[in-house]
């Protein structure tokens, strides 16, 4: 049927009908705040993000530790380019640095986001365009006509106008067009960005940096049954593929007991410290009368009364020592019998590691998981014991909880939806605040602009949290699989939630509200009533309706991306601490540091707000237009903050863009859904013709998605399928001499193992007063109990005093103020590894520490050492060299415990070598330093499990 004004079509009921169709349609006022709260929110948030970025301007010439940290620590070869104090100095280096320059500048993570980025904003620019084109005449045109039809009050109200809510028949058959012309573009858009990061990442597997990389030809091998859980039968694993002759090294997991557990607890337990130190001694000239009191830990169990005041420091440095003595006494009992169901195993190639797992990738190979390798850095090491029923079993349980959280957020979010967004409602139910919205209409424009978006956005900041803690216990193995599992379950939560939940909510209570009135009205059981009215008409004018609330909460993004651009919350927060709180001097050499990067928060951002944007496109139109410019705004702002202030904490070399791609895919579903209601509402006769005509659309996302999946997916993951390669370029010079001293054991060993054990820093200013306020030792004889490794070493010896042992670490680590700053602290893991230090973005030599590796510094090798070559030398793949001095032979992987027996063990308790062979006579107790003849000794790796090691010249 044919629309006209003159033959407008009531359904059934006239009078019941027409009767509710004036309730829907006849509310002027709200109309009008609706609009106004548009305008407002359009106002204040330009405005305020003008006044932002004018500040940043202003500020960024002198805050190089907040606005440029990375140009302050990072390498030669990861330095950005360099700017100048020129209030628009930074244009240049940020809109003229290229897409190569990217990726070896800031990595490929942060080049796939800054791509997706200016994807998202060239899409939403041609969406804009010509969806308006489409929609906005249409919308308003026929709006105006039937509203001077029905002489509506509100036929002026612009916010209206541009929705389809007065819409019916025939002219529905535009927004099909619609729908074709969104696939079209998001997907066209999708397609030639998945070969640009397919380009980006095959250019990541051929860098140099890759190639010579240990994990690049690893394997991680899990579930590996009890009767194979040794080196040899991860070699029977990796056999029974037969994909390529060669014999790779392997190394099988060490069960490392409650290792990690003492060091968290070491860890909190010298967090505390230092804070009760940088409190008590804030005024060393004036110290408080008393000292400082706490609870006893609540998994100190040598305390029984927890409720108990007990003196701070002398309890903290008690339990500190006592954690570090039972560390030290389980590492020595740490052997090989009791091995772990994972292992690794490492190929001369990369060609031999990659073929072997694509051919494990749909496989089990003698009940086992076969992957590529991660960093070691990656790794979440508790989850890889875990067998695969009690992970399911955990997926299970981590699915509820996201359920039942997504429950209990039902309630706020549905008042925030009927009532906050929208406050006619709460005017139906609330007479006094009838009157008052009544008399003061724009002040609750404001309110309803500004009140409501705010409420909405405060629970996002703590959710990305809660769904990281939710995937650490549901199993995932690494970091980066876990933040792309965050960054999935984000954005079902908001489409749930935030979207479906919310403007569902509104809807139906928006048509509780109208029945109720009608009833009262027209004296008619509520039942009659309901079997009168079009679910789906009602709902629809109802999205309409709620459309304004979106583009005011949209428009506030732009906001909060200016606030990341101004690191205003760093500078408040820093100003405010220091004058009025008590940092540690761990804390203040922290927030010099780069500050990592939330990619599965930004991420979900980013799909959210287009999902939000392509579902209310044909509901109103202008969506298109503030999402296309707040993706203009901020995919410059981003390029700027991840050139120069926030660092990639864990690369995963642009792991995330197949959840995006998803994502955008179901986002445009949505909107296919959208549309479909919009024909089934209102396009009478004509609905089966134009749901007919969109029913290739899901189709057509499907073969997309398995086309662009079946041609880009395999290459992007895998270096090489196992065919061999045929020209093209000449293939990344292979450090082999650096191949054939692999260790391992030592480099995907468990970091309990070896992880230095953090000493309490105190500010220098109160050295002085140590002796008078802690009541332990002072001389720093508490034993190394850092060098702990699978490859043992003597003591470390002195570098002032030759043939003299080293002293142990002192009790604490005095930091004066001129030294509070990251760049002094950048090459030392307990800094770096939160902020992006993988060993070569920082020019440091950041590895495991005191872990003899197999290989020395290329100085010893005979070569200059250059921090910004090809191959960094700080990589944290490459191993570490032994300390100065004299060295034990490294044992091998011992295969039990020490004997228990003195005559056949002799283990000195305050030594820092859990484990070594003593000198009888003390021959060696004075000996000098090794002299620089130009020659070194380097330790051979043997290549199966039990050999020892031995020094060769």
Same mark, same amino acid.
């Given at each position: 049927?044919?629309?006209?004004?003159?033959?407008?079509?009531?359904?059934?009921?006239?009078?019941?009908?027409?009767?509710?169709?004036?309730?829907?349609?006849?509310?002027?006022?709200?109309?009008?705040?609706?609009?106004?709260?548009?305008?407002?929110?359009?106002?204040?948030?330009?405005?305020?993000?003008?006044?932002?970025?004018?500040?940043?301007?202003?500020?960024?010439?002198?805050? #190089?530790?907040?606005?440029?940290?990375?140009?302050?620590?990072?390498?030669?070869?990861?330095?950005?380019?360099?700017?100048?104090?020129?209030?628009?100095?930074?244009?240049?280096?940020?809109?003229? #640095?290229?897409?190569?320059?990217?990726?070896?500048?800031?990595?490929?993570?942060?080049?796939?986001?800054?791509?997706?980025?200016?994807?998202?904003?060239?899409?939403? %620019?041609?969406?804009?365009?010509?969806?308006?084109?489409?929609?906005?005449?249409?919308?308003?045109?026929?709006?105006?006509?039937?509203?001077?039809?029905?002489?509506?009050?509100?036929?002026?109200?612009?916010?209206?106008?541009?929705?389809?809510?007065?819409?019916?028949?025939?002219?529905?058959?535009?927004?099909?067009?619609?729908?074709?012309?969104?696939?079209?573009?998001?997907?066209?858009?999708?397609?030639?960005?998945?070969?640009?990061?397919?380009?980006?990442?095959?250019?990541?597997?051929?860098?140099?940096?890759?190639?010579?990389?240990?994990?690049?030809?690893?394997?991680?091998?899990?579930?590996?049954?009890?009767?194979?859980?040794?080196?040899?039968?991860?070699?029977?694993?990796?056999?029974?593929?037969?994909?390529?002759?060669?014999?790779?090294?392997?190394?099988?997991?060490?069960?490392?007991?409650?290792?990690?557990?003492?060091?968290?607890?070491?860890?909190?337990? %010298?967090?505390?410290?230092?804070?009760?130190?940088?409190?008590?001694?804030?005024?060393?000239?004036?110290?408080?009368?008393?000292?400082?009191?706490?609870?006893?830990?609540? *998994?100190?169990?040598?305390?029984?009364?927890?409720?108990?005041?007990?003196?701070?420091?002398?309890?903290?440095?008690?339990?500190?020592?006592?954690?570090?003595?039972?560390?030290?006494?389980?590492?020595?009992?740490?052997?090989?019998?009791?091995?772990?169901?994972?292992?690794?195993?490492?190929?001369?190639?990369?060609?031999?590691?990659?073929?072997?797992?694509?051919?494990?990738?749909?496989?089990?190979?003698?009940?086992?998981?076969?992957?590529?390798?991660?960093?070691?850095?990656?790794?979440?090491?508790?989850?890889?014991?875990?067998?695969? *029923?009690?992970?399911?079993?955990?997926?299970?349980?981590?699915?509820?909880?996201?359920?039942?959280?997504?429950?209990?957020?039902?309630?706020?979010?549905?008042?925030?939806?009927?009532?906050?967004?929208?406050?006619?409602?709460?005017?139906? %139910?609330?007479?006094?605040?009838?009157?008052?919205?009544?008399?003061?209409?724009?002040?609750?424009?404001?309110?309803?602009?500004?009140?409501?978006?705010?409420?909405?956005?405060?629970?996002?900041?703590?959710?990305?949290?809660?769904?990281?803690?939710?995937?650490?216990?549901?199993?995932?193995?690494? *970091?980066?699989?876990?933040?792309?599992?965050?960054?999935?379950?984000?954005?079902?939560?908001?489409?749930?939630?935030?979207?479906?939940?919310?403007?569902?909510?509104?809807?139906?209570?928006?048509?509780?509200?109208?029945?109720?009135?009608?009833?009262?009205?027209?004296?008619?059981?509520?039942?009659?009533?309901?079997?009168?009215?079009?679910?789906?008409?009602?709902?629809?004018?109802?999205?309409?309706?709620?459309?304004?609330?979106?583009?005011?909460?949209? %428009?506030?993004?732009?906001?909060?991306?200016?606030?990341?651009?101004?690191?205003?919350?760093?500078?408040?927060?820093?100003?405010?601490?220091?004058?009025?709180?008590?940092?540690?001097?761990?804390?203040?050499?922290?927030?010099?540091?780069?500050?990592?990067?939330?990619?599965?928060?930004?991420?979900?951002?980013?799909?959210?707000?287009?999902?939000?944007?392509?579902?209310?496109?044909?509901?109103?139109?202008?969506?298109?237009?503030?999402?296309?410019?707040?993706?203009?705004?901020?995919?410059?702002?981003?390029?700027?903050?991840?050139?120069?202030?926030?660092?990639?904490?864990?690369?995963?070399?642009?792991?995330?863009?197949?959840?995006?791609?998803?994502?955008?895919?179901?986002?445009?579903?949505?909107?296919?859904?959208?549309?479909?209601?919009?024909?089934?509402?209102?396009?009478?006769?004509?609905?089966?013709?134009?749901?007919?005509?969109?029913?290739?659309?899901?189709?057509?996302?499907?073969?997309?998605?398995?086309?662009?999946?079946?041609?880009?997916?395999?290459?992007?993951?895998?270096? +090489?399928?196992?065919?061999?390669?045929?020209?093209?370029?000449?293939?990344?010079?292979?450090?082999?001499?650096?191949?054939?001293?692999?260790?391992?054991?030592?480099?995907?060993?468990?970091?309990?193992?070896?992880?230095?054990?953090?000493?309490?820093?105190?500010?220098?200013?109160? *050295?002085?007063?140590?002796?008078?306020?802690?009541?332990?030792?002072?001389?720093?004889?508490?034993?190394?109990?850092?060098?702990?490794?699978?490859?043992? #070493?003597?003591?470390?010896?002195?570098?002032?005093?030759?043939?003299?042992?080293?002293?142990?670490?002192?009790?604490?680590?005095?930091?004066?103020?001129?030294?509070?700053?990251?760049?002094?602290?950048?090459?030392?893991?307990?800094?770096?590894?939160?902020?992006?230090?993988?060993?070569?973005?920082?020019?440091?030599?950041?590895?495991?520490?005191?872990?003899?590796?197999? +290989?020395?510094?290329?100085?010893?090798?005979?070569?200059?050492?250059?921090?910004?070559?090809?191959?960094?030398?700080?990589?944290?793949?490459?191993?570490?060299?032994?300390?100065?001095?004299?060295?034990?032979?490294?044992?091998?992987?011992?295969?039990?415990?020490?004997?228990?027996?003195?005559?056949?063990?002799?283990?000195?308790?305050?030594?820092?070598?859990?484990?070594?062979?003593?000198?009888?006579?003390?021959?060696?107790?004075?000996?000098?330093?090794?002299?620089?003849?130009?020659?070194?000794?380097?330790?051979?790796?043997?290549?199966?499990?039990?050999?020892?090691?031995?020094?060769?010249?």
């Amino acid at each position: 049927m044919t629309w006209t004004p003159a033959n407008t079509m009531l359904p059934r009921d006239e009078s019941v009908k027409k009767k509710f169709e004036q309730l829907l349609s006849d509310n002027p006022l709200g109309a009008t705040v609706s609009q106004d709260s548009v305008i407002i929110a359009i106002g204040t948030s330009l405005a305020i993000t003008s006044a932002i970025f004018v500040g940043f301007l202003l500020l960024r010439p002198f805050n #190089t530790i907040v606005y440029a940290p990375r140009l302050r620590h990072t390498d030669e070869k990861h330095r950005p380019p360099p700017i100048g104090r020129g209030l628009f100095a930074w244009y240049k280096p940020v809109f003229k #640095t290229n897409e190569d320059e990217y990726v070896e500048k800031i990595g490929l993570d942060a080049t796939i986001f800054l791509r997706f980025a200016r994807m998202c904003r060239n899409m939403f %620019v041609i969406l804009a365009i010509v969806g308006c084109a489409i929609i906005v005449p249409v919308n308003v045109t026929r709006s105006v006509e039937f509203q001077k039809k029905f002489n509506k009050a509100n036929a002026k109200t612009a916010i209206i106008l541009m929705t389809p809510r007065d819409l019916m028949g025939n002219i529905f058959w535009a927004f099909v067009v619609l729908a074709y012309v969104v696939d079209i573009v998001v997907c066209g858009f999708l397609w030639w960005t998945y070969r640009a990061v397919h380009r980006l990442r095959r250019k990541y597997l051929e860098s140099p940096e890759y190639q010579n990389s240990l994990h690049s030809r690893t394997l991680m091998i899990t579930d590996i049954d009890r009767n194979l859980r040794s080196d040899q039968g991860i070699l029977e694993v990796t056999d029974s593929l037969r994909t390529t002759p060669e014999v790779p090294r392997a190394s099988i997991g060490r069960n490392v007991k409650d290792i990690p557990d003492l060091i968290e607890a070491h860890e909190e337990a %010298v967090m505390e410290l230092e804070t009760v130190l940088a409190k008590y001694l804030k005024n060393p000239n004036r110290l408080p009368a008393d000292r400082p009191l706490c609870t006893p830990s609540k *998994k100190d169990l040598e305390h029984t009364d927890k409720k108990q005041k007990v003196d701070a420091i002398d309890y903290l440095t008690a339990r500190i020592q006592l954690l570090e003595a039972q560390i030290k006494e389980v590492r020595e009992t740490v052997d090989k019998r009791d091995a772990m169901p994972y292992g690794f195993a490492s190929y001369e190639s990369i060609e031999s590691a990659h073929s072997v797992a694509f051919a494990a990738r749909s496989k089990h190979p003698k009940g086992t998981t076969v992957r590529l390798g991660p960093k070691p850095k990656d790794i979440i090491w508790k989850n890889l014991p875990l067998d695969p *029923k009690t992970r399911r079993w955990r997926r299970i349980v981590n699915n509820f909880w996201i359920s039942l959280l997504t429950a209990l957020y039902f309630i706020p979010n549905a008042l925030i939806a009927v009532f906050l967004s929208k406050f006619t409602n709460l005017a139906y %139910v609330w007479k006094d605040f009838s009157t008052e919205f009544n008399a003061h209409p724009r002040f609750w424009a404001v309110v309803q602009g500004l009140l409501a978006p705010a409420l909405t956005s405060l629970f996002y900041y703590f959710l990305p949290i809660i769904f990281r803690r939710l995937s650490m216990k549901a199993g995932d193995l690494t *970091k980066t699989s876990r933040e792309r599992h965050v960054t999935a379950q984000l954005y079902a939560f908001f489409v749930f939630n935030n979207l479906f939940v919310f403007s569902l909510f509104s809807a139906v209570y928006g048509m509780v509200v109208l029945i109720v009135k009608l009833a009262k009205d027209q004296k008619m059981p509520y039942k009659a009533i309901i079997k009168e009215l079009d679910f789906f008409v009602t709902i629809m004018r109802t999205l309409c309706e709620v459309s304004p609330f979106w583009v005011t909460w949209l %428009v506030q993004r732009n906001l909060g991306a200016a606030v990341d651009l101004s690191q205003a919350v760093n500078l408040a927060w820093g100003s405010f601490s220091r004058k009025f709180l008590n940092p540690t001097p761990r804390e203040l050499i922290m927030r010099t540091a780069p500050p990592p990067f939330d990619y599965a928060s930004y991420y979900n951002y980013f799909l959210f707000y287009s999902t939000v944007a392509l579902c209310f496109a044909p509901l109103q139109p202008i969506t298109l237009i503030v999402v296309a410019f707040y993706f203009s705004l901020d995919s410059w702002m981003k390029k700027y903050l991840l050139m120069y202030v926030f660092c990639t904490k864990n690369e995963s070399g642009g792991a995330f863009w197949r959840v995006l791609f998803n994502r955008m895919l179901i986002g445009t579903f949505l909107s296919n859904c959208i549309v479909a209601l919009l024909v089934v509402a209102r396009g009478f006769d004509a609905k089966w013709m134009m749901l007919g005509a969109m029913a290739p659309l899901p189709l057509g996302l499907l073969a997309f998605k398995f086309y662009c999946k079946n041609t880009y997916d395999n290459s992007l993951k895998y270096y +090489t399928k196992g065919e061999t390669s045929k020209g093209g370029e000449a293939p990344t010079p292979i450090d082999k001499e650096s191949r054939r001293r692999d260790r391992v054991a030592v480099r995907f060993g468990h970091p309990a193992l070896y992880q230095k054990l953090t000493v309490p820093m105190v500010h220098e200013k109160s *050295k002085h007063l140590l002796g008078e306020v802690y009541r332990g030792r002072l001389d720093g004889d508490l034993g190394d109990t850092a060098a702990f490794s699978d490859v043992y #070493t003597m003591k470390r010896m002195s570098k002032e005093h030759p043939g003299k042992a080293a002293a142990g670490p002192a009790p604490f680590e005095f930091v004066s103020e001129n030294k509070m700053d990251f760049e002094n602290f950048k090459d030392r893991p307990e800094f770096s590894d939160e902020h992006g230090g993988e060993g070569s973005v920082y020019g440091a030599s950041i590895s495991r520490p005191d872990t003899p590796g197999s +290989t020395f510094s290329d100085s010893q090798r005979g070569r200059s050492s250059s921090r910004d070559s090809e191959r960094t030398v700080g990589n944290d793949e490459l191993g570490v060299t032994y300390p100065a001095g004299y060295h034990q032979t490294p044992s091998a992987l011992r295969e039990y415990s020490p004997s228990p027996d003195p005559a056949l063990r002799r283990v000195d308790s305050s030594s820092s070598i859990p484990y070594q062979i003593h000198d009888d006579r003390n021959l060696l107790a004075d000996a000098a330093p090794m002299g620089n003849q130009g020659t070194v000794y380097t330790p051979y790796s043997p290549e199966r499990d039990g050999q020892k090691d031995y020094f060769r010249r």
